[in-house]
């Protein structure tokens, strides 16, 4: 349960979209499907606050720029909850496919949507997908221009969609042009040297909890702070299935039914918190100007951005 920032395992992150959002399925479904599609967000939403609410966690919930037009009492009732509200993008496209123009003008509406919603700055970004990778790390750089102060985008792995393998696992401070950005990457456990994603998304959903939770105590006894995130459709097993390629559908449905055990597990047996509580403790709340001290660095592929 959420504690004291000095005892604190780590940050609980939400991604706030539905189950035609994501990305395994933009070749079955255009953004103009979404509106004729089955929305399930609200009631899959509210079950992770009520796991939330129990286990006594907070944590950062991205909101995709869609879901906030369209359902603006349900991020309110995020933050009236105390949670921390990010930024998923306005329409969940991969940065790397949307280059610097397009993605500028989404990051922009959708923060314009998130911060009338709520009321208050959005400074924090998550991207579609993980889609900060070698080929879009003139994101970063937008990111700072546009007044955002925290990413979690860069899972440092291997992965057929997303990651930079050699990216620093640690949460660390990137230099960019335009300022300096606090990156919390993607939690991976190194083990014989190599780096095993863990905590999130399908692999909490693909692997027993027995070696979730192993591995996670593992990156924890090495210092390392976890990033724990999850999606409001992997709560529902009973959502409508979409004709989409084989491994893009054993990827979305695999474990379904096991990831809302999963989810209080993991607040039970870690404390979690958001994002901003977790790294204002690491980083002291200081965002160094771009003369100043530097944290863990990232690896060259984004020196300079």
Known sequence: MAGHPGTLDGAFTVDVEDYFHVSAFASCLRPDDWDHCEC????????LLD?????GTFGTFFVLGWVAERYPHLVQDIQSAGHEIGCHSMWHQLVYDLGPDRFRADLIAARTVLEDVTGRPVRLYRSPSFSITRRSTWALRILAEEGFH???SIYPVHHDRYGIPDA??????IDTASGTI????????EIAGMRVPVGGGGYLRLFPWSMTECLLKRVRSQGRPLNVYVHPW???P?????????KSRLRHYQNLRTTARKTERVMTAFSLDRMSVVLDDRFCSRIPSRSGSRGAALASPTEGV
């Open 40 to 47: 399930r967000i609200e009631q899959n939403t509210r079950r």
């Open 51 to 55: 796991i939330a609410a129990r286990c």
């Open 150 to 152: 925290t990413d979690s």
């Open 168 to 173: 620093s696992p640690e949460p660390h401070l």
């Open 182 to 189: 606090r990156e919390f990457p993607g939690t991976v456990c």
């Open 234 to 236: 992997e709560l529902d």
């Open 238 to 246: 009973e959502q409508p299935r979409i004709p989409a390629p084989l």
